[in-house]
């Protein structure tokens, strides 16, 4: 009888240590529930409204008003050199690209002519750039390729173009539009920044924003049309602190930051 009765308090002592255990399992899992990024994301999820046709039109009327002949920066003589000099503004300034290319152009202004120069020479004219040795190197090589491929000529297709060392579909797109008069859309940093800071094209990539450009924009502006945006990005739409109360479109602007309305 003692042994019978002492038997059922065994299973009541083992019910205490099973759970407080559960508790502690369930405070644990809670703690990565608690801890969330999603407000983040929903905030840079949010775009702003689309441009209408109608605001594209008078955007770009506006800037045709104010600037009829938009012209490039970059001094050239021909599109040779329209092609040498593009290819050395990558990550340099039109100035500094000019004060350059102004005593080069003078003595080589045709494919023929830079190659007799030879890269050390092109080398010494152009050592106030950025990247000088590769960019003289390439300006040899697309002199020769023009020779060899293309009968002295600079090509008037992007295909072709992009074939030429140190050209690539930026470099095509100016030498279309300002050598050949084709309405191609060139995406540099200043167009980059504009689609993007406006809302008039925005894009991840170059790419993304010429093509969404191409879209928007109507066809009678097409031409001018990037000189107009590269313009207004260098001399309105600034990087640091852009220009807003002399701006053309800041009434139509969509950057939630523009100083005024």
Known sequence: MPKTSRRPAKPAAKTPA???AKPAKRTAAAKPKSVSAKPAPSRRGKSPRRWSAAEVHE?????AKANPEPKGELEHLNPFTLLVAVVLSAQATDAGVNKATRPLFAVADTPQ???ALGEDRVREYIKTIGLFRTKAKN????SQKLITDFGGEVPNTREA???????GRKTANVVLNMAFGQPTMAVDTHVF???NRT?????DTPLAVELELERVIPAEFMQHA???LILHGRYTCLARKPRCEVCLINDLCRWPEKTVS
């Open 113 to 115: 002519k830079m190659l």
């Open 226 to 228: 990037h000189h107009w």
């Open 59 to 63: 955007a770009f009327s506006r800037f």
């Open 18 to 20: 099973v759970s407080p």
């Open 199 to 203: 809302g008039l094209a925005p894009g």
């Open 161 to 167: 173009l992009e074939t030429l060392p140190g050209a």
């Open 139 to 142: 300006v040899i090589a697309l």
């Open 193 to 195: 920044r504009v689609g």
